[in-house]
């Protein structure tokens, strides 16, 4: 199976702090830190869980979170621009996408910036469009930030900055090839829900992403798997691919996210973030073919799952 077709970018966790050793004395520059990290905490920032701000390595996340505050959750397009695939508007409290995110961040507002190498903090700017709309002509569908503008990378980008505390990342050693196995109840398992969709799907299951987190909060680990089969007489294309969880709550059952509508899509689960501040993180899938691809953002609706918009284009 050809690896172009599947885009992998990794993604890090923050690292603890060290504080230097043999320092008996503190400097004015350390003490003007600590009474900075302390007016942090006194504006009523939140702590990512589990970590102090103390100790914590990287920009500052203080902050109001959701649903005291809208949110927007930003996918880069390359080093072009920030698409929105999802968002929370307080005023009428409801989850939307798109268009309807690109007014809910201001201009010149703080923003939180993530990649697999770095995190930082950057301001939102004007609308911008993106690489894939290359000559769309009317409002565009996108906001620039001076860093992506100057051409750095990066994966996502929250609005506020304090919405990156409650983003779920999923390590590419998920989609890795080293992780594709998985076992032999789980692929027959796979086998035999995919044949519930499509009859005809009764070649092998091949593996693209498992991956393991508690997106619901119900402290128990949720089970997702990105499977396709390729299609014997033409192998540039599935008889199926789509993205499975299966819930901690419902060991016994194999829920659809999404399935391929080209016969050519293979999905990756990228992050979780919880967009409204209900405990249930939203799924942030990527979608990618040999031509090209695009990202959506899912809620659960039920004991399924609904799109919040569009795909993203390139889609």
């Given at each position: 199976m050809?690896?172009?077709r599947l885009v992998a970018?990794?993604?890090?966790?923050?690292?603890l702090g060290l504080s230097p050793q043999g320092c008996k004395k503190k400097s004015k520059k350390t003490e003007d830190k600590a009474e900075q990290k302390a007016?942090?905490?006194?504006?009523?920032?939140e702590r990512p869980e589990g970590k102090s701000l103390d100790t914590l390595e990287g920009p500052d996340l203080s902050g109001p979170v959701p649903p005291e505050t809208s949110a927007v959750f930003y996918v880069v397009d390359g080093s072009s621009?920030?698409?929105?695939?999802?968002c929370f508007v307080k005023d009428g409290n409801k989850?939307?996408?798109?268009?309807d995110c690109l007014k809910v961040g201001k201009d010149g507002d703080p923003i939180y910036l993530k990649s697999a190498t770095s995190a930082e903090l950057d301001t939102l700017g004007k609308g911008k469009h993106p690489l894939c709309d290359v000559g769309a002509t009317g409002s565009p569908s996108a906001l620039s930030a001076p860093k992506v503008d100057a051409g750095q990378n990066f994966d996502f980008a929250t609005w506020p900055k304090s919405l990156g505390n409650k983003v779920l990342e999923i390590s590419a050693d998920t989609w890795s090839e080293d992780a594709h196995e998985v076992s032999d109840s789980d692929r027959e398992a796979l086998a035999a829900a995919i044949k519930g969709i499509n009859a005809k799907a009764t070649e092998?299951?091949?593996?693209?992403?498992?991956?393991?987190?508690?997106?619901?909060?119900d402290g128990k680990d949720d089970e997702f798997f990105s499977a396709f089969i390729?299609?014997?007489r033409d192998t540039d294309k599935f008889l199926f691919s789509g993205l499975f969880v299966r819930r901690g709550s419902a060991p016994d059952k194999l829920a659809l996210v999404e399935k391929d509508k080209t016969k050519q899509e293979t999905f990756t689960l990228r992050a979780a973030p919880d967009l409204n501040g209900d405990g249930v993180h939203e799924l942030w899938v990527n979608a990618a073919f040999n031509e090209g691809g695009g990202d959506r953002m899912y809620r659960v609706d039920g004991d399924g799952f609904k799109a919040l918009g569009k795909w993203t284009c390139g889609m």
């Amino acid at each position: 199976m050809s690896t172009r077709r599947l885009v992998a970018v990794t993604c890090t966790v923050f690292a603890l702090g060290l504080s230097p050793q043999g320092c008996k004395k503190k400097s004015k520059k350390t003490e003007d830190k600590a009474e900075q990290k302390a007016e942090a905490k006194d504006e009523g920032g939140e702590r990512p869980e589990g970590k102090s701000l103390d100790t914590l390595e990287g920009p500052d996340l203080s902050g109001p979170v959701p649903p005291e505050t809208s949110a927007v959750f930003y996918v880069v397009d390359g080093s072009s621009a920030l698409q929105p695939v999802g968002c929370f508007v307080k005023d009428g409290n409801k989850l939307a996408a798109g268009d309807d995110c690109l007014k809910v961040g201001k201009d010149g507002d703080p923003i939180y910036l993530k990649s697999a190498t770095s995190a930082e903090l950057d301001t939102l700017g004007k609308g911008k469009h993106p690489l894939c709309d290359v000559g769309a002509t009317g409002s565009p569908s996108a906001l620039s930030a001076p860093k992506v503008d100057a051409g750095q990378n990066f994966d996502f980008a929250t609005w506020p900055k304090s919405l990156g505390n409650k983003v779920l990342e999923i390590s590419a050693d998920t989609w890795s090839e080293d992780a594709h196995e998985v076992s032999d109840s789980d692929r027959e398992a796979l086998a035999a829900a995919i044949k519930g969709i499509n009859a005809k799907a009764t070649e092998k299951v091949e593996i693209h992403q498992a991956a393991k987190l508690d997106f619901d909060g119900d402290g128990k680990d949720d089970e997702f798997f990105s499977a396709f089969i390729v299609d014997p007489r033409d192998t540039d294309k599935f008889l199926f691919s789509g993205l499975f969880v299966r819930r901690g709550s419902a060991p016994d059952k194999l829920a659809l996210v999404e399935k391929d509508k080209t016969k050519q899509e293979t999905f990756t689960l990228r992050a979780a973030p919880d967009l409204n501040g209900d405990g249930v993180h939203e799924l942030w899938v990527n979608a990618a073919f040999n031509e090209g691809g695009g990202d959506r953002m899912y809620r659960v609706d039920g004991d399924g799952f609904k799109a919040l918009g569009k795909w993203t284009c390139g889609m």
